[in-house]
Structure formats: structure tokens, C-alpha cells
């Protein structure tokens, strides 16, 4: 199983950003799949997470109304569409699936959102 994120860098805020995460490795569209981050000093958290199917989403309270996570499952790929990014949103963001209870993990993408 391989995770691998892009799409990081350094937002001013109010701008937006879209991280990708291309998977391998696994049947995708058979998965759950999940963006958490984790800020220094802090705990890594949920962000949001899509089922195999793109049906249902979930957010965070934080990023309600913000980001966006969808999914192309021919390209094998989960995104994080993330609109008027905020300071706090700043983070290394880590894609995230389990199977059969193993939890996999990618590399991180680092978001930073400052003027």
C-alpha cells in the first residue's frame, strides 16, 4: 500500500489550495479514505473523509463550509479542495485509509497559510 500526497505550499490567507493524494497498491474504490493534519504541538486530526463510493462526506467542525474531499477512483486518487484557508489551517496534511484495521498512512504534504 503506498499513499502519496502533493499540492502543498504557502497560501496567503483567504487563498486556496488543492492536495492530492494518489494511492497504490490496494483495491481504491473499495475504501474509505480520510485527510487528517497535524499542527505543531498539537494532535493529528480529522479533517474530512469520503466513502468508496464518493456517497457520503465528512468534515471536521473547523473546515465545514470550506473544504471540499472528492475522489476519482479510475485515477486512484482522494483530494482536498481547501478554500479561504485561515492561519490555523496550517498543518502537514497526511492521507489516510485502513484495511482489514491496518491503518496506512502517506508522507504528509505541509500546508501553510501566512502573509
Known amino acids: 500500500v503506498q499513499l502519496v500526497e502533493s499540492g502543498g505550499g504557502l497560501v496567503q490567507p483567504g487563498g486556496s489550495l488543492t492536495l492530492s493524494c494518489a494511492a497504490s497498491g490496494f483495491t481504491f474504490s473499495f475504501y474509505h479514505m480520510n485527510w487528517y493534519r497535524q499542527a505543531p504541538g498539537k494532535e493529528r486530526e480529522l479533517v474530512a473523509g469520503?466513502?468508496?463510493?464518493?456517497?457520503?462526506?465528512n468534515y471536521a467542525d473547523s473546515v465545514k463550509g470550506r473544504f471540499t474531499i472528492s475522489r476519482d477512483n479510475v485515477k486512484r486518487t482522494v483530494y482536498l479542495q481547501m478554500n479561504s484557508l485561515k492561519p490555523e489551517d496550517t498543518a502537514e496534511y497526511y492521507c489516510?485509509?485502513?484495511?482489514?484495521?491496518?491503518?496506512?498512512w502517506g508522507q504528509g504534504t505541509q500546508v501553510t497559510v501566512s502573509s
Open positions: 469520503i466513502s468508496p463510493g464518493a456517497r457520503t462526506t
Open positions: 489516510h485509509t485502513a484495511i482489514q484495521s491496518q491503518p496506512y
